[in-house]
């Protein structure tokens, strides 16, 4: 902070406030403490010493340092506690919680087929909105037409396997061409509300009784996987201690981690270009680009299709690793965890939507098994007042949530984001 | 567009040959010697409103010309249709003889005329030269095929940049240019827009109010620059409200009322024309109202009312 001469005559005129670290170590050290276990104390701490020293350095124009210091010795406090639970969790076993078996799960998931499916539809979002603010909340949608194009084409179709992964690729085409041309040129929320419509209407209709033939109902189909499983060219299964993957699961692993890497390959590759640079200048003002005579209904049309193509290869890995596919799976949920791993990641970063992706199945996997565990056998670790066995699997989804709250106010841009372009909001 | 072509028929169009306006009479819709941009009975309503009703418009070439007029008379929404912004209700307008009817506006921009805005569009997330290379035509690495491939494009970008740089550094930008564009004064914003622009080399530039929230110091840069726009051999129209900045540099001037042309001319002609004068700053403008007779303020008050009233009566 720079001191002019006239502040240095005046008193400070401005009504000093509290540091805003001061309140974030608050905020986290009271999260520490009851939510969160301990895992945001040792940053409450942190943050505290950061407001301390602040303060310390320019007493006039700052207060709070009574919150600094609540926050610092609840941060300290959380820490120790989170000290203690691990060295019990781990070295022990007087915690009837294995937080080995925990960081097993987390970690299985975090590298597993689910964050596969989850990062590819997160790439398909980022090109959506990150690089071209297109708002489109259907991504389920474009993964159901990947899965089904598969399903139908070899179950139904009888088409050889290839050929169901063509169908699979071009069926979100079809569909992004459908939902783009009415409403692309229309203001952003018409995209949203027609994808977000159309997602819940090819769910429902892919699993009503009236196209159960063409379908297979609510059940779903299956029987269409049979040649990828027989081009798996693992003969078992793997375990490194700290992860364990099924046969079938690392089989999985590989296609879908390629998949991932290349299409990271192919956003890096366009984003960087002039391509790139025309679809991130539509996204701040598509005025602006077209006063320079760029077609900018052809360029949202582009990044439309090239994102659903994105969503129906995540919809297409997720009906070959499961092997079935089924209208449930396809709801709009899948598409808000998606946008959750894109903005825990980073929007508008290449590799936003891959660390976006494992952190959150890391997350949510890893609290999962703690809170089951923590509620489960004759005496549990967490008082049935708090919680009891039926809730654990739900209140994951709360602590997830109290996080991404966390990360949007303190560090909006996500893991990879560049502080500065959220500051230009902010002006 | 063919660069080439367009800068040298534009090094031959020098100053010194500029078109003589005082032989156009100042008359609205006056014929141009050499129009570059001609419109026919374009009407714009929003609702009851009819916010641009032009008879007959045209923009001389080469020149600078200024569309002048009280707020709400229509100049920006006239900027909005002839540049394919708005769809006009009706009416006509053709750009150097091909019809501009229908066009998109992405086309009218790549057709060589090329508009800022009113309220700057600056593209704040992405940096100066981003900004500025957003602006280059004909760009290889715009086309998602060849975009994977970088060596299509590389050459050709660094041509566009080395461009963007010269532009920047003649508007004095060359220092910002890896600074987010969102982080520029406004002033600056309105100079990166004029820049950016001229990246798509326009032979017609339409600023839409370039001075509005530049401060004094920046103003007599920016009027230089549109001069020297001019000066290159490009047409330019602009919308101001700045009447200093309108007799100083520009050509001719047309004056909106309530969605017409109600007169023009040179800057000279214009601000002398009663019409002009009244439409624009009032009737009494320029008398002390404490030294009129407060009788006849009222009297001359009354008749405007009752005159408006007969007007109502008699539609």
Known sequence: MTTTPQQRTAPVVRAARPHPQAITSLVLGVAGLTLTAGITSPFAWRKAQQALAAIDAAPQEHRGRGLAQIGRVLGILGTVLLVVWLVLGFATDALPVDIGDVFKTALNQALGPNAIVYALAAIGLNIHFGYTGLLNFGQAGFMAVGAYGLAVSIVILELPFWGGVIIALLAPVALALVLGFPTLRLRADYLAIATIAAAEILRLAFGSVELKDAFGGSNGLTGYASSYQAMNPYADGLNLGFVEFSRRDLWSITVGWTLVALSLLLVWGLMRSPWGRVLRSIREDEDAVRSLGKNVFAYKMQALILGGVFGGLAGLFLALKQASVVPADYSTNITFFAYTALLIGGAARVLGPLAGAVIFWFLIAGLGSFFGQATSGPDPLMPTFIMDDTQASLVRFIVTGLGLMLLMIFRPQGIFGDRREIAIDGR | ?315
């Open chain 2, 1 to 315: 567009m063919d660069a080439d072509a367009q800068s040298t028929s534009q090094s031959t169009t020098t100053t010194g040959s500029r078109v003589d306006l005082t032989s156009v009479p100042a008359v609205p819709g006056a014929t141009k010697p050499d129009p570059i941009v001609v419109g026919d009975k374009i009407t714009r309503k929003f609702g009851g409103l009819t916010a641009v009703d032009v008879d007959h418009i045209e923009i001389q070439r080469g020149v600078i010309t200024a569309l002048i007029g009280p707020n709400g008379a229509g100049k920006t929404t006239l900027f909005n249709l002839l540049t394919g912004f708005d769809n006009p209700d009706s009416g006509s307008w053709s750009l150097n003889g091909g019809s501009l009817q229908g066009v998109a506006s992405y086309k009218v921009a790549r057709r060589g005329m090329v508009r800022t805005f009113q309220l700057t569009k600056v593209l704040a997330k992405l940096t100066v030269l981003d900004n500025m290379l957003l602006g280059a035509t004909g760009q290889r690495g715009e086309k998602l095929l060849s975009a994977l491939f970088a060596f299509r494009w590389r050459g050709q970008e660094e041509e566009n940049a080395a461009r963007a740089h010269q532009l920047l550094e003649r508007f004095k930008l060359d220092a910002k240019r890896d600074d987010f564009a969102g982080s520029l004064s406004g002033g600056q914003r309105k100079l990166l827009e004029m820049a950016r622009a001229l990246m798509v080399d326009p032979e017609l530039i339409m600023l839409d109010e370039p001075m509005a929230g530049v401060n004094p110091a920046l103003k007599q840069s920016l009027l230089g620059h549109v001069k020297s726009l001019r000066d290159e051999g490009r047409t330019v129209l602009f919308v101001e409200h700045d009447m200093d900045m309108v007799r100083d540099i520009s050509d001719w001037v047309i004056v909106m009322a309530q969605g017409k042309i109600v007169a023009e001319g040179t800057p000279q002609t214009v601000m002398q024309d009663p019409a002009v004068i009244d439409a624009y700053l009032g009737a009494h403008h320029d008398t002390d109202l404490r030294d009129m007779d407060e009788d006849a303020l009222e009297a001359e008050a009354e008749a405007e009312l009752g005159a408006e009233n007969h007007r109502e009566a008699t539609p």
